[in-house]
């Protein structure tokens, strides 16, 4: 399951996930009685819940080489899918009987991408009147984790920001050998421990193997078998309660036991309840699962609420000349249906108005609009592809979009 780093191999679990579209990853976080932390110490429970989007966003890992200097990588952050994971959060929330739900997002910056994202959670939210919704920076949010994490409950995150929250959050309750998940989809999910794999201790039995069982807990829940899993968390707890423990954790006075040893603890701890976090033993009800007869693809797509015109584009080029040699030669192309409206640099704009203190790389967006907002159509796109092409080899295009007087696409920073 090791995914090399910076080389061609796909990740072999994110293809997993993707492949049986498993759209949310649930990764729950506890104070454990026994597994001491800074706030544990200080008497400060912690139940956190993040739900993290588990298709989309970076983790595409759609990427390219615009220039020899210049990789982009594309943000896919969809309506249907967001929707998707984020009701999922709210349904969980509702029968964890939670007291809020965050959003976690960077909507200030990525203004369309995380704000579509954004956007969808009060939606969602309407339907759910009584949680408490509400929203917060993701940099923020990171902040007020480790100094009040005890007044978050269950947390809602695009794909990458919920990556790293969820280590955070496994850094709370004693690091990732605590963290179990569930990737959770319609009809396949897949439960495994938040830390990958540990090559460095492979075959040495000194592994903890808590976040695993846990997640496999959380499996035997998820097909009812819950009189099961409450008996084996409850000889997990009263085990840790007891001082055992393997060598990345606990009182460091008392000696540590290996993975066998550990598991060994747990089965003769069977029938046995902790004093703190007993789990109620609930009897089975074991589901009968629906036979899978999916004959194509399902395909999500939400309606268009206002009619959608192409007012422009924007041309990725590369130049290693000046933003005026360029939008000089630019605007001889713009013909009789283009302005060129300005060229940016990295995001941040260098013509018509721009600074000299701008450092510059080999890659440009020159933009042009419609003269007079008229609407375009792709061939009017294509011939102005053609003629540009003729003084500069473009990397890339993107369509600059309308729906109704919405403009569907950001400014560059000094714009």
């Not at 042009?368 to 295009?397: P, R, T």
Request: charged fraction near 20%.
């Amino acid at each position: 399951m090791e995914t090399p780093k910076g080389k061609g191999v796909k990740s072999i679990n994110v293809t997993a996930r993707k492949t049986w579209n498993t759209y949310a990853n649930k990764r729950a976080f506890q104070s454990l009685h026994g597994v001491d932390t800074v706030f544990s110490k200080a008497g400060i429970p912690i139940d956190i819940t993040v739900v993290r989007e588990n298709i989309e966003d970076t983790y595409g890992g759609v990427e390219h080489m615009l220039t020899h200097d210049v990789a982009l990588s594309r943000r896919f952050i969809t309506r249907p899918g967001s929707m998707q994971v984020i009701r999922y959060a709210f349904e969980m929330a509702r029968q964890k009987k939670a007291r809020r739900i965050t959003c976690g997002h960077k909507a200030n910056i990525m203004k369309i991408t995380d704000g579509l994202f954004l956007e969808c959670f009060y939606e969602v939210a309407k339907e759910y009147p009584d949680l408490k919704a509400d929203d917060i920076i993701v940099d923020d949010l990171c902040m007020k984790l480790v100094t009040r994490p005890d007044t978050f409950d269950v947390v809602v995150l695009t794909n990458l920001q919920g990556d790293i929250v969820s280590d955070l959050c496994a850094g709370l309750v004693g690091g990732l050998g605590f963290a179990p998940s569930a990737n959770i989809g319609d009809h396949i999910s897949i439960f495994e421990a938040v830390h990958g794999t540990a090559p460095d201790i492979a075959g040495k039995n000194i592994a903890n193997p808590t976040a695993l069982l846990l997640s496999g807990i959380a499996m035997l829940r998820h097909v009812g078998l819950t009189e099961n899993a409450a008996v084996i968390e409850n000889a997990l707890l009263y085990t840790l309660e007891s001082g055992v423990r393997t060598g990345d954790f606990g009182d460091k006075s008392i000696a540590p036991v290996n993975t066998t040893q550990f598991a060994d603890a747990i089965i003769a701890n069977f029938g046995k309840m902790p004093a703190v976090g007993a789990k109620p033993i609930i009897p089975n009800k074991p589901g009968t699962p629906a036979p899978l007869k999916l004959v194509q693809n399902s395909m999500m797509e939400s309606s268009e609420t206002e009619p959608e015109s192409i007012v422009g584009v924007d041309l990725f080029i590369e130049s290693s000349e000046q933003p005026e040699a360029i939008a000089h030669k630019c605007q001889r192309h713009a013909g009789v249906k283009f302005n060129l409206i300005n060229i940016s640099n990295r995001g941040t704009q260098v013509w018509p108005t721009g600074s000299l203190y701008t450092n510059l790389v080999n890659q440009y967006n020159v933009r042009f609009e419609s003269i007079d907002g008229s609407a375009l159509n792709q061939q009017d796109v294509i011939g102005l592809y053609v003629s540009l092409s003729g003084n500069f080899k473009i990397c890339s295009l993107e369509l600059l979009n309308k729906w109704g007087d919405k403009k569907a696409y950001s400014l560059a920073q000094g714009q």
